[in-house]
């Protein structure tokens, strides 16, 4: 997997406001581009997520349905989360893999970052394979705003799901969906 693409140099003329939500800023920023036009971005900076396709040791696929209110409607994910201050990518997503799906795993395997929104945010989502699969007696609580359900599939019924539309996943979910399968030899 190639590593991220090296950053080109631009100049930051004006940060013409800028809002903080919780984890997430929004700014709008006036930039001279790296080919000398000037121009106005609007962008979310984000501290960076962490994503985990979990396989159980009978070859199901571990999801969630979660609701998400900007669509209005519950979508399946992988679970995944964004990351603390100060916290490595794996450590996160062990951390989430238990608060949302009430699973840990033994064997993680890297499946590489990927850029979701590269067009308006600066988000970077660190991808693993999740293996070995043991269920929590005790799972820690998720948090409170979380509305999800724990949905196991056949990676079969995956594709069918992905490939008949009956389903929506999101783009990040995709995405690391094809890298676990390459890896996976499916």
Known sequence: ?????????????????????????????????????????????????????????NGQVVLLRQYRFAVQARLLEFPAGTLEEGEEPLESMKRELGEEAGYCAAKWDVLGPMLPCPGYSDEVIHCFLARELTPLENPPA?????????????????????????????????TAWFRAKQLLGL
């Open 1 to 57: 997997m190639a590593p991220l693409p090296s950053p080109e140099p631009f100049e930051l003329l004006d940060t013409v406001e800028a809002v903080d939500v919780g984890k997430l800023r929004f700014e709008r920023n006036r930039i001279k581009l790296p080919m000398g036009v000037e121009a106005t971005f609007g962008m979310i900076r984000h501290p960076g997520a962490s994503l985990a396709v979990p396989i159980s040791d």
């Open 142 to 174: 998720g948090d409170d705003d979380e509305d999800l359900e724990v949905v196991l599939m056949s990676p079969l019924q995956l594709d069918a799901a992905l490939a008949s539309g009956d389903e929506w996943l999101d783009g990040k979910s995709v």
